[in-house]
C-alpha cells in the first residue's frame, strides 16, 4: 500500500529529457484508483537491494520512449508497500504487472529486456 511518505516513481514524458518524476500517493484508494483510472498500467514491483531491479529504470525509459503516453509505468517498492506487493503476491522482484483498465493482464518476475517488453506491451494497446 502507499502511505505516508512512500513515493512511487513515474516515468514522465512530458519533459525532453525522460526523467522520474516522484508522486505521493497516499492511500491504498489511491493506488486502486490509478490503476482504474489507466487504460494500459505497467507496475514494476522492486525494491533497493535488488540488483536486477537496479537494471530496469534503463529499459522502462526505453520502453517510454517508444510507447509514450499509451502506457504509464509505475515503479513501486515492496518495502516500503508490503500490504500491496502481499495483495498482488510478489515473491521475487522485479515483478512487473501490466493493468488493463483494472485487470491483470500480464506479468512476469525477472529482467524483462527492452525489445520483448514493448512487445509484450503493444499486444494490449
Known amino acids: 500500500m502507499l502511505l505516508g511518505i512512500t513515493l ?6 512530458e519533459q525532453t529529457h525522460f526523467c522520474f518524476t516522484m508522486h505521493l500517493i497516499e492511500s491504498m484508494a489511491t493506488f486502486a484508483q490509478i490503476i482504474e483510472d ?10 533497493e537491494w535488488c540488483g536486477p531491479c ?22 513501486m ?22 493493468f488493463q483498465k483494472g485487470k491483470v493482464v500480464w506479468r512476469q518476475s525477472g529482467l524483462v ?5 514493448e512487445l509484450i506491451i503493444r499486444r494490449f494497446l
Open 8 to 13: 512511487c516513481v513515474i516515468l514522465n514524458r
Open 38 to 47: 489507466k487504460d494500459l498500467l505497467l507496475v514494476d514491483f522492486s525494491a
Open 54 to 75: 537496479k537494471m530496469m529504470p534503463p529499459i522502462l525509459q526505453e520502453v517510454k520512449k517508444k510507447i509514450g503516453n499509451e502506457i504509464t509505468i509505475i515503479k
Open 77 to 98: 517498492d515492496v518495502d516500503g508497500n508490503p500490504q500491496t506487493a502481499r495483495q498482488y503476491g510478489i515473491q521475487s522482484v522485479p515483478t512487473l504487472i501490466l
Open 113 to 117: 529486456q527492452a525489445g520483448q517488453l
